[in-house]
């Protein structure tokens, strides 16, 4: 697949008095942002502002520890590398991007954190005004330091994740005011070029799987997009079967009903009504893929390897998608050799009190040197 030619940028090739680039096609990389790079694929025009804050252009790096261990060639998409660390930038900036350009003033969310520190931190970037719901008590601590420290105003109700969205989808029809959950088109537009990316970097060609978190339902209703418009233009002969994985107390779609009182501690997928669940079933089945569920112990285990043996710490729900991973290829639906791709949502520091659950305490000792190689003696 080719990068498409964007109104800015000239590159090195073009205009001698460009910067050089390494790759001249790779914008991304080079901070002018999602919606530079990909203008003539997303749902933008010329007046829509090329607000950015260094979102997209994440790794997707070959887990060559994890995948011997597994027994598939496994890949993993980084996306907790976006600057706010999480994939929600990708679809904010686009959201954001649109609703200056419709001339909003204030953005509103309701949100588990991630969507809060990345709405934050675009309405930051803008100047505009930015109005956060989150669950009282059910939030890391990272999410909740993100949106605050960038000037949001924080709301936190007694009730779900759920409520909070009814209320601000209620709230958004007031003036100026600018709904930016997964509700809202332009994410799932920003958030597709993850998609785009995975095909990029895995030579045009599509992985056998997509493992990926399922709470909201935005980000895989997002990818199933991005695939689905490549295969339609012909730059892709094949398509990803999707796993969509869902934490056990918060599965609606794997369940068939809505949970009214969801429980997990990968808060961020905790979630019992989610708004694009009609979209991520038709995915799933277009693509002859599954929804699976995963306990809390079987993500953490997941959230300890992927840290221990491929030295990726992302957030429990993150971790899901590798959870998912290992109970298919044990249950035989993903037939070893294949090439996966687990999309790594959330970066672990946003939430240090679930890390301090997995980790060795650390070790006192006196200065010298001596003291110190006893204790390394002491644990070889
Ligand atoms: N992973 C992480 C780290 C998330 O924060 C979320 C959703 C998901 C996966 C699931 O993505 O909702 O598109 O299916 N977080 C939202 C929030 C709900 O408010 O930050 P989804």
């Not at 978190?213 to 999707?242: D, M, Q």
């Not at 991973?325 to 939430?351: E, N, P, Q």
């Given at each position: 697949?080719?990068?498409?030619a964007s109104t800015s940028a000239p590159t090195a090739s073009d205009d001698p008095a460009a910067p050089l680039r390494i790759r001249s096609d790779d914008r991304?990389?080079r901070?002018e942002?999602?919606?530079a790079?990909?203008?003539?694929?997303?749902?933008?025009?010329?007046?829509?502002?090329?607000?950015?804050?260094?979102?997209?252009?994440?790794?997707?790096?070959?887990?060559?520890?994890?995948?011997?261990?597994?027994?598939?060639?496994?890949?993993?998409?980084?996306?907790?590398?976006?600057?706010?660390?999480?994939?929600?930038?990708?679809?904010?900036?686009?959201?954001?991007?649109?609703?200056?350009?419709?001339?909003?003033?204030?953005?509103?969310?309701?949100?588990?954190?991630?969507?809060?520190?990345?709405?934050?931190?675009?309405?930051?970037?803008?100047?505009?005004?930015?109005?956060?719901?989150?669950?009282?008590?059910?939030?890391?601590?990272?999410?909740?330091?993100?949106?605050?420290?960038?000037?949001?105003?924080?709301?936190?109700?007694?009730?779900?994740?759920?409520?909070?969205?009814?209320?601000?989808?209620?709230?958004?029809?007031?003036?100026?005011?600018?709904?930016?959950?997964?509700?809202?088109?332009?994410?799932?537009?920003?958030?597709?070029?993850?998609?785009?990316?995975?095909?990029?970097?895995?030579?045009?060609?599509?992985?056998?799987?997509?493992?990926?978190?399922?709470?909201?339902?935005?980000?895989?209703?997002?990818?199933?997009?991005?695939?689905?418009?490549?295969?339609?233009?012909?730059?892709?002969?094949?398509?990803?079967?999707?796993?969509?994985?869902?934490?056990?107390?918060?599965?609606?779609?794997?369940?068939?009903?809505?949970?009214?009182?969801?429980?997990?501690?990968?808060?961020?997928?905790?979630?019992?009504?989610?708004?694009?669940?009609?979209?991520?079933?038709?995915?799933?089945?277009?693509?002859?893929?599954?929804?699976?569920?995963?306990?809390?112990?079987?993500?953490?285990?997941?959230?300890?390897?992927?840290?221990?043996?491929?030295?990726?710490?992302?957030?429990?729900?993150?971790?899901?998608?590798?959870?998912?991973?290992?109970?298919?290829?044990?249950?035989?639906?993903?037939?070893?050799?294949?090439?996966?791709?687990?999309?790594?949502?959330?970066?672990?520091?946003?939430?240090?009190?679930?890390?301090?659950?997995?980790?060795?305490?650390?070790?006192?000792?006196?200065?010298?040197?001596?003291?110190?190689?006893?204790?390394?003696?002491?644990?070889?």
């Amino acid at each position: 697949m080719t990068t498409p030619a964007s109104t800015s940028a000239p590159t090195a090739s073009d205009d001698p008095a460009a910067p050089l680039r390494i790759r001249s096609d790779d914008r991304t990389a080079r901070g002018e942002g999602l919606i530079a790079r990909w203008a003539d694929r997303i749902d933008v025009d010329d007046a829509t502002p090329r607000l950015t804050i260094g979102e997209g252009g994440t790794p997707l790096v070959h887990a060559r520890r994890l995948s011997e261990r597994l027994g598939v060639e496994l890949h993993l998409k980084l996306e907790l590398a976006n600057p706010t660390g999480s994939f929600k930038d990708r679809g904010m900036c686009v959201a954001v991007a649109r609703a200056v350009q419709a001339g909003a003033t204030t953005l509103i969310c309701a949100s588990t954190g991630n969507t809060s520190a990345s709405a934050a931190a675009f309405a930051a970037a803008a100047g505009l005004q930015c109005v956060v719901i989150v669950p009282t008590g059910k939030i890391a601590a990272g999410k909740l330091l993100q949106a605050q420290v960038a000037g949001a105003l924080v709301i936190q109700i007694d009730g779900s994740f759920d409520d909070g969205l009814a209320a601000v989808r209620e709230l958004s029809t007031r003036p100026g005011i600018a709904l930016v959950n997964s509700v809202n088109e332009y994410r799932i537009e920003g958030q597709k070029t993850g998609a785009f990316e995975v095909v990029e970097d895995l030579g045009g060609t599509a992985p056998d799987w997509l493992c990926i978190p399922v709470g909201n339902a935005g980000n895989i209703t997002a990818y199933w997009r991005g695939f689905t418009e490549l295969h339609a233009s012909g730059e892709l002969t094949s398509l990803p079967r999707l796993l969509g994985v869902q934490a056990a107390g918060a599965a609606p779609l794997v369940d068939g009903h809505d949970i009214e009182r969801p429980e997990t501690l990968a808060t961020a997928i905790r979630i019992g009504r989610p708004a694009r669940g009609d979209q991520a079933l038709a995915a799933v089945a277009d693509s002859r893929g599954q929804l699976r569920k995963r306990t809390d112990e079987q993500l953490v285990e997941a959230y300890a390897l992927l840290a221990k043996d491929a030295g990726i710490f992302c957030e429990p729900a993150s971790a899901i998608s590798v959870a998912g991973l290992i109970d298919a290829i044990h249950d035989g639906t993903i037939a070893r050799g294949s090439r996966v791709v687990c999309v790594l949502t959330g970066h672990g520091l946003k939430d240090p009190d679930t890390a301090a659950t997995i980790v060795q305490p650390t070790i006192a000792c006196g200065p010298s040197a001596a003291a110190i190689a006893a204790v390394i003696d002491a644990n070889a």
